[in-house]
């Protein structure tokens, strides 16, 4: 393919010129704005699958209608997705081609899997040690932040991963509308048959996948001393 | 002091799991609630902390009903151990024991110095203090468990199969660790197992249950396989009732045969003489103060008596021992004779395979 987009655009490749002050300022403004939209993303869709996961466990009969229903949410193809909220949220910012309509979206893509981490993660923490605590005198409420939380973490950790590879990438498809951090590199790209800014974008976008990936396996590590020994995300 | 009064529990789905119970545990003492699976024990058990509600009837714990009395402060009164342990994984070894103090807001200084007094209490090794569930062995985290539960001193103790997840050896040690435990701290206890051999070890008394939570009987473990209050009972304690019941003795609870005593300086004529009153061609030599040196025949007697003939007892049992356990010396001696010493050397007498025996046809006359 990169053979093919040489003979297209005719530009050295690669082009280590693309590399000059201007660019490299906008890369790192680009990197930036990638990582908050990835971040504030997983923050509201940690804020929403986790109370629903407390309501799943706790109510066991909602917990297959809350699964469906951000399943189906995770199958609508990306772009499909991105249009219908365009069309759907209203036109003044945020929303429009403003961060809130991205957000909106990728928030939703992170339901399914946090939802359905979280519930798995709660659902680990052993009966007995439920017993155990309500048994020493927790209240359900006090119960829940300091034992099963802290046991579920895990598991939900797993699933942040998942969820962070996911949407860095989806964060990319954005640049359709008006956001996209390294997205719109392949968007710029595309348009004045850039092969170089392309691949700064792909490059970009695997490494801060990768890196997010480590610092989360490495935060869990920090966060759950005591599971180290068996393995991380069981 | 923990009382059931009419207590009854029936599921929504008609089974009735504890029917009709009356039973009161004294204070400072430990009640085995034993029975088969689905037997209500584990659920009797759960009401008196409220895990589980009675349907009707009252459970008093010194004094207060638990049901007026709020569920939360009630179980922090309550000491509480069961088989899995129920450790936190996420927790260290001092950080589970601080759970209750934790829970009841104690200053720092104080949780510190009860967690290190537990530790030494329960018999863990001092290193463990920072370590998790997972980096301690079975009977280490079994030791956790009780110090957890003991941390605010309670007066009432549950345990749900304590050490049931233990392997056979470790059981009977943390058994009997539990017992030198419980001898200097008295709680009030509700111990719960489907094992009748732990029940007849732990317990003060013993409350034996049928299905579908029917009490068969409610007595000390002496008393129960002396004389069962029926067939299930009877079927319930087992094979070897008798035996079971010679663990409960300690030997020093039955007269011991002097036997054919002589001390060192006596003559050889005033020891055949003595072996020939008791019937033997042989006789012990203890020292001058009582301490036993051995037996020998009365053909290899010097004279006087010294101890330089006496030889070693093959099968000697101590005071302290149960008279099962000096039954079973007994049955590998060919003799059928022990000897009987307490405080290492201290001759108390003879005790013959003949007196089991006769003690066990005791058994049998009272249970008729």
Known sequence: MTMALLAQTGRPFPDWAWFNERNVGELRELLIEHIQLTGLALLLGLLIAIPLAVAAVRWRRVYSPLLAFTGVLFTVPSAALFILLLALLPQRPPFGLGIGTSLVGLTIYTLLILFRNTVAGLDSVPPEVTEAATAMGYTPGRRLVRVEFPLALPVIIAGVRIAAVTTIGLVTVTAFIGQGGLGRLFLSGFRTQYTMEIAVGLVLSIVLAVVVDLALVLSERRLTPWSQSRGAGT | ?368
């Open chain 2, 1 to 368: 002091m923990i009382t059931f009064d009419a207590v009854r529990k029936q599921y929504p789905d008609g089974t009735v799991a504890v029917d009709d119970l009356n039973l009161e545990v004294e204070e400072g003492e430990v009640v085995v609630l034993v029975g088969p699976s689905g037997c209500g024990k584990t659920t009797s058990m759960r009401m008196v902390n409220r895990m589980i509600e009675p349907t009707s009837g009252t459970i008093t714990v010194d004094g207060r009903d638990v049901m007026q009395t709020d569920p939360v402060k009630l179980r922090r009164d309550i000491g509480y151990v069961i088989q899995q342990i129920g450790l936190f994984p996420h927790r260290t070894t001092a950080e589970n024991i601080a759970t209750v103090p934790e829970l009841l807001g104690w200053d720092r200084k104080r949780i510190r110095d009860r967690v290190d007094e537990l530790i030494a209490t329960v018999g863990l090794p001092e290193g463990v203090a920072d370590r998790y569930p997972h980096q301690l062995s079975g009977g280490q985290r079994q030791r956790v468990g009780v110090a957890r539960a003991l941390a605010t001193d309670p007066s009432v103790m549950l345990m749900d199969e304590p050490f049931g997840a233990v392997d056979p050896i470790v059981r009977g040690r943390l058994q009997d660790e539990f017992l030198r435990l419980q001898a200097q701290v008295h709680k009030t206890i509700v111990f719960v197992t489907h094992d009748i051999d732990e029940a007849i070890k732990m317990g003060d008394r013993i409350a034996i249950l049928a299905e579908g939570g029917v009490l068969q009987q409610y007595e000390t473990p002496a008393t129960i396989l002396a004389k069962p209050a029926n067939a299930f009972v009877e079927d319930f304690l087992g094979e070897e009732r008798g035996l079971k019941r010679l663990s409960l003795i300690p030997v020093k609870e039955v007269a011991a045969d002097r036997g054919p005593v002589v001390r060192v300086g006596t003559s050889a004529a005033d020891a055949r003489q003595i072996a020939q009153r008791e019937g033997t061609d042989w006789v012990v030599i203890l020292s001058e103060d009582a301490t036993l040196l051995g037996w020998t025949f009365i053909d290899d007697l010097a004279d006087p008596i010294d101890g330089a003939a006496a030889r070693p007892f093959a099968t000697e049992v101590n005071a302290h021992d149960s008279l099962r356990a000096a039954l079973d010396a007994l049955v590998g001696s060919w003799t059928g004779v022990a000897v009987r010493v307490s405080d290492g050397d201290h001759y108390e007498g003879l005790v013959t395979r003949e007196m089991l025996t006769a003690e066990l046809r005791e058994d049998t006359k009272s249970a008729a």
